[in-house]
């Protein structure tokens, strides 16, 4: 964050517009499963089920041009790009849900359950409308918390990605160039931060990459939640 972004004045978005950006995202996520199931006739049934709920719900408004053409996509011609970053957008709903009181974030190295969080925030539910009605926003010091958790985390991450090397993480978080960072719930070993309990510059390739992924769409998603752009996929991720 530069100081150019410091003085923007961000507007968070209110709890009933968390709530249909959680729904249009577990749409698209929801769509991007379908891409891959191996039962092509209940495939077809919940398309058309999701569908039918998009309109029973009025979820057109909230759903960007983008996410709409790739919900009405015909099953099997949704292409691989779409359909992978339709999965990972997951990571993005747990923290939505979370957000709204409803589930619990997974570890930074832990991917959620799609299909538990849709459920907690009533995602297909024919009385959806109704039971949103209770749901409420967590305090804005527990976004603030995980937002400059996420923000550390991620920069953590893309840091190694470009310069992999060791790293006393335990000593930056206390005075980083953007400010302190709570290390609270992250794992650390030998200082740096964890993956799968390992140091980030020993863990594996391939689970170092899993971590990147879950970092973006969860940073994407608080900083949604924290007012920095009102078109989801606008929002930016830099570190």
Known sequence: MNEEESD???????KDRVVRRAWAIAAVTCRAF?????????????????????????????????????????????????TTNG??????????????????????????????????????????LNLSKNLRLREPEELAEFSEQQLGLHWRIRDYSLTPQEM??????????????????IPLADDDLAINGMPISVAPESEFQLCQSIAMERHQAINWLDGWDEIYSQVDTST
């Open 8 to 14: 923007i004045e961000l507007v968070p978005p209110t």
């Open 87 to 128: 999965t990972w957008r997951a990571e993005g709903l747990v923290v939505l849900a979370w957000a709204l009181g409803k589930a619990e974030i997974p570890p930074h190295d832990r991917i959620s359950n799609p299909y538990e969080v849709s459920d907690s925030i009533y995602f297909l539910s024919q009385d959806a």
């Open 168 to 185: 006393d993480f335990r000593k930056f978080a206390t005075k980083t160039w953007f400010g302190t960072m709570s290390l609270k719930g």
């Open 34 to 82: 379908l891409e891959i199931s191996d039962n092509p006739h209940e495939a077809a049934a919940i398309h058309s089920r999701l569908l039918a709920w998009i309109d029973t719900v009025g979820l057109h408004s909230e759903l960007e041009p983008a996410e709409l053409e790739m919900i009405e996509t015909e099953l099997g011609e949704l292409d691989q790009r779409a």
